[in-house]
């Protein structure tokens, strides 16, 4: 049965209401009940139906909501959380459940981080409290980075790397993009001169890996530099992903010709299967030699690709890409949730994320497209600008958005399998970017 919009905002309007009234006739015995509740009961102890109402109050969340007053120590202060911030943060969470469920961005991680959202931040139930549900989720598989590191391998499970493999000099388009990254952190740590925003050099560094358009790495990095910050940067980094098909046109557009938009690219050669299955050898040989920071990161993509690539354990590939996928996802979502909590993220250093997490991306498409154009100087085959946006690496999402603006350009032009190219060098280029931060600034 549906319900038009018109009767779900009376339903929410009326529900208002009701509780404005319930909080009104009980205001006399919430005042009362703010003495200290009896926690236990003695056998000679008389039964008191109002001392047991008392408690049953104490112990709502609408008596939360209104006196509740926690102080803790925050990025070496201390903070007052009142009951009205986990409402607002509740509040957060359905947003956050919207997006994900009706809005249809990101679904499979926003809405898990919704519901963790909304779990974390309901007074009194604990469970994001130590040995609480989504407490011991958060340390068992985000604490400690393993969750982001089984991502990754299901994500080499996913990739063709065939594309780069063919034309390798797209994997400039995707270091391109990476100027997004680099950029962004001088651009935290210019931040520092607003008042009440403060970044360390390792919290900037875990911000400014928002451009490049890979949340698992966000988490990743965040987790070791920044884990009080992970909330909110995985939040950025997961909603400009979803934003792509919206953020990007519109530079992508300011920053070519429609002449650019037109141009035709050589069809890909075929790539065999031995140089699909050297490739992630090679690439995790160059990682330990050159970047060993790097090395779990790319250590996991490349073992994903490389069982995909081999063909002879089917049953694990497919699990990599399905069962164990499907299944971190979910508590990847629900991990991160427990870090949206009220003095973590109602912070006016959530705003500097969110505005330098958009710069980041911007900077990083545009960059990517300015990279191609130069590049069309020097070279004889050239490459249409398009392709340098995705070299952010929001796979296959900014692929699909080079090649359709493409089509807008030229309604025969499919740019779809060469914008996979710098496509998926930005995944291996945000992963080396990250890695160089942990070994520059890890601690």
């Known amino acids: 049965m549906r319900y038009s919009s018109k009767k779900i905002f009376t339903l929410i309007v009326l529900s208002v209401i009701l509780c404005g009234l319930f909080l009104f006739f009980l205001d006399n015995l919430l005042f009362a009940a703010k003495e200290p509740h009896v926690t236990s009961v003695n056998s000679n102890d008389e039964i008191s139906i109002e001392l047991s109402l008392k408690n049953i109050i104490k112990t709502s969340g609408i008596y939360a909501f209104i006196y509740d007053e926690d102080r803790v120590v925050f990025r070496g202060g201390e903070v007052i959380v009142y009951g009205w911030h986990k409402l607002i943060m509740l509040i957060i969470g359905g947003i956050l459940l919207y997006f994900g469920a009706v809005k249809k961005f990101e679904p499979l991680l926003l809405v898990p981080i919704g519901f963790g959202t909304v779990l974390v931040n309901i007074p009194y139930a604990g469970m994001g ?4 549900f989504l ?3 958060y340390d068992f598989g985000i604490g400690n980075e393993f969750f982001p590191l089984i991502i990754f391998m299901g994500v080499g499970a996913l990739t063709d790397f065939g594309p780069l493999i063919a034309n390798p000099r797209t994997a400039l388009l995707g270091a391109a993009a990476q100027f997004g990254v680099f950029g962004t952190l001088l651009g935290a740590i210019a931040l520092n001169a607003v008042p009440g925003i403060s970044y360390t050099l390792q919290e900037a560094c875990a911000i400014s890996i928002i451009g490049g358009a890979d949340g698992p790495t966000s988490i ?3 987790a070791k530099l920044a884990p ?4 909110s940067i995985a939040i950025a980094a997961y909603s400009y992903m979803a934003l792509v098909p919206l953020i990007q046109p519109p530079i992508m557009r300011a920053l070519t010709t429609p002449e650019e938009r037109q141009i035709r690219m050589k069809q890909l050669r075929p790539v065999s299967k031995t140089e699909k299955i050297i490739f992630p050898l090679l690439l995790l040989i160059i990682t330990f030699l050159l970047l060993p920071t790097a090395a779990p990161l790319i250590g996991s993509i490349a073992f994903g690709n490389f069982v995909r690539e081999i063909g002879v354990i089917d049953r694990l590939n497919k699990t990599l890409q399905n ?3 499907n299944i971190v996802t979910i508590f990847l979502g629900l991990g991160i949730g427990t870090q949206m909590v009220a003095y973590k993220f109602i912070q006016p250093e959530t705003l500097g994320i969110v505005v330098l997490g958009l710069i980041a991306f911007s900077f990083g498409t545009a960059s990517g497209v300015a990279i191609a154009k130069v590049m069309n100087i020097f070279i004889k085959d050239k490459i249409n600008p398009l392709i340098g946006s995705a070299g952010v690496s929001a796979v296959p999402m900014s692929a699909r958005v080079s090649n359709k603006l493409g089509l807008e350009a030229d309604s025969s032009n499919f740019l779809i399998m060469h914008a996979m190219g710098p496509n ?9 970017a990250a890695g160089v931060m942990i070994a520059v600034f890890g601690k």
């Open 228 to 231: 009080d910050l992970m909330g």
């Open 220 to 222: 990743y990095l965040s």
């Open 323 to 325: 069962e164990l996928l």
């Open 424 to 432: 998926v060098a930005g995944v291996i280029g945000t992963a080396v």
């Open 129 to 132: 409290d130590e040995g609480g």
């Open 135 to 137: 407490k011991m989720i």
